[in-house]
């Protein structure tokens, strides 16, 4: 006479994997709303009338994305290179630029991508002759990514991450809190860096994450409802 497999032990891990396979679930479906929610006020920070940067809050969560405007001076000694930037599939760097504000206060402007065959290096006097010196910047407000700005070994001036700190260190004084992602300026008709793009506000991976999970939940049930069946039909078979 064979043995008897126990079912009770199946029967709840079955249940238990369903269960916190629906429940990541509906977390990640949580974080969709959130994101949506999110994504919302971005939306309505890039659609606001333009504001002078030293007007935008201190936390810089709530003024993140706004639309800005700032007329300085570009100190270009200050210049720093973020390196290993893309577009198109081309290499390059964002050069970001210490602007001085008329209140004497800096504000780093990312100017935008520029060429660069190993995504390090670059001419930034070609750059300098380019653009005027005194100009206007318009663009809208980016936070700093936490990140430490190591510098690149044997690369002046060249860093991996936009680190406040770091960069203030390089520039020799500190720097605002948010930095410009320049859309346009007052210069016109000369070369300049490419302008970033406008930023894409997506729901990410959310929902597909939400669907992974309760598909695991299904295959959880069917898989344990069919061992259970098994095991109850090779019963009848020895009974």
Not at 11 to 17: A, M, N, R
Not at 18 to 41: M, P
Not at 124 to 151: I, Q
Not at 199 to 211: E, K, M, N, Q, T
Request: include cysteine; hydrophobic fraction near 45%.
């Amino acid at each position: 006479m064979s043995s008897r497999r126990p079912l009770l032990p199946p029967i709840v891990l079955t249940i238990v994997f369903a269960l916190v396979c629906i429940r990541l679930g509906f977390w990640q479906l949580g974080r969709l709303d959130e994101r949506r929610t999110w994504n919302s006020h971005l939306e309505q920070r890039l659609a606001a009338a333009s504001i002078a940067v030293t007007a935008l809050p201190a936390d810089s969560g709530a003024g993140h994305y706004h639309r800005v405007t700032a007329h300085g001076r570009f100190e270009f000694g200050g210049q720093v290179a973020l390196a290993t930037r893309s577009f198109q599939g081309s290499p390059g760097v964002h050069l970001l630029t210490p602007l001085r504000l008329e209140s004497g206060a800096l504000v780093m402007v990312n100017r935008g991508w520029v060429y660069a065959p190993d995504a390090m290096t670059v001419d930034a006097a070609k750059w300098r002759e380019r653009e005027g010196d005194t100009v206007t910047v318009t663009g809208y407000a980016e936070t700093w990514s936490g990140l430490e700005a190591v510098p690149v070994p044997d690369r002046e001036r060249v860093v991996r991450a936009l680190d406040s700190t770091a960069v203030a260190r390089l520039v020799g004084e500190p720097v605002l809190t948010y930095y410009i992602a320049q859309t346009s300026d007052s210069v016109r008709g000369a070369t300049r860096p490419v302008r970033l793009s406008e930023p894409v506000l997506s729901d990410g991976s959310h929902r597909s994450y939400a669907i992974q999970w309760f598909s695991f939940a299904l295959v959880a049930v069917v898989g344990g409802t069919l061992l259970v069946r098994e095991e109850l039909v090779r019963r009848r078979a020895s009974a």
